[in-house]
Nanobody, 127 residues
């Protein structure tokens, strides 16, 4: 089973940038996708961004379009989430997730397509 380890969280000021990374222990599936979700205290986990590994196609939540970018490094089995112009409402625990049977038309925004989740990394934004 794939194991995921997130890194890059921390405390930043509003308007600053931050990049999260998620390293996967293996990637041996042809229909592979990875996603980022976040969960703020007292709120449900929500989709942030996703990427189909082989096709490179991406999907974003409306709240982060134009500010966040998801990318991958195939050689390192790592997915990144670059976050620009962080807002006070962005603080959350950010989780990465892996889907192993996700063809090009699978809906990346739904958490039930993902089978493995990381432990999460905390992002705090100060005003």
């Amino acid at each position: 089973q794939v194991q995921l380890v997130e890194s890059g969280g921390g405390l930043v000021q509003a308007g600053a940038s931050l990049r999260l990374a998620c390293a996967a222990s293996t990637r041996t599936f042809s229909n592979y996708a990875m996603g980022w979700f976040r969960q703020a205290p007292g709120k449900e986990r929500e989709f942030v961004a996703g990427i189909h590994w082989n096709f490179g196609s991406t999907s974003y939540a409306d709240s982060v379009k134009g500010r966040f970018t998801i990318g991958r490094d195939s050689g390192k089995n790592t997915v990144y989430l670059s976050k620009n112009r962080l807002k006070p409402e962005d603080p959350s625990v950010y989780y990465c997730a892996a889907a192993t049977t996700c063809r090009s038309d699978c809906p990346l925004q739904f958490s039930n397509v993902y089978v493995t989740w990381g432990q999460g990394t905390q992002v705090t934004v100060s005003s």
